[in-house]
């Protein structure tokens, strides 16, 4: 609020209640200057608490690729299982999967469990099994972190956490 708005609502305030004494004018002046003030100082916080909790899902994200890459380098003290075998199934199928498409898609997007599964082989990976492709639509419909799309459709997404 500027300053001459709240002029007016202290003059508007003086004719209401009759403020004869300028002393308590100041005073209600300062009053409407300090509650909009604190009102300002609040939202910020807010945007800046946003913000700050973007940055550490982005941080978070950011060590986990970088916790990737080393790996793939083998600058990492030990070789991840997934580097001795990209045939991945049960629940790492499921956790590399749901990794591989959340670098991919924003949560809440839809994709058909097919292109998903195009996506882990890009990625260099595949599941186990005489019919990979099969094995690898059993995994993902046990995870807890996708949920279906439609009723048979063969489309899923990542839910919104």
């Not at 003059?11 to 209401?16: A, C, K, T, Y």
């Not at 946003?50 to 070789?79: C, I, K, P, W, Y």
């Not at 082989?121 to 639509?137: H, T």
Request: aromatic share 4%.
């Amino acid at each position: 609020m500027w300053p001459s708005e709240a002029a007016d609502i202290v003059m508007s305030v003086h004719s209401d209640i009759e403020l004869a004494d300028p002393a308590e004018v100041a005073v209600a002046q300062e009053y409407l200057g300090l509650k909009n003030r604190i009102g300002d100082t609040r939202d910020r916080a807010d945007r800046l608490r946003a913000l700050a909790d973007h940055l550490d899902e982005q941080a978070s994200q950011d060590e986990d690729a970088l916790r990737e890459l080393e790996g793939v380098l083998g600058l990492a003290a030990q070789l991840k299982i997934e580097q001795l075998d990209h045939e991945l199934g049960g629940r790492r199928l499921q956790e590399i999967a749901v990794a591989v498409l959340s670098k991919e898609i924003q949560p809440g997007q839809a994709v058909h469990y097919r292109d998903w599964y195009a996506l882990l082989c890009a990625a260099g990976y595949r599941a186990r099994g005489k019919d990979p492709l099969a094995s690898f639509l059993a995994q993902i419909n046990r995870s807890d972190r996708i949920e279906p799309v439609g009723g048979r459709s063969g489309r899923y997404r990542l839910r919104v956490a």
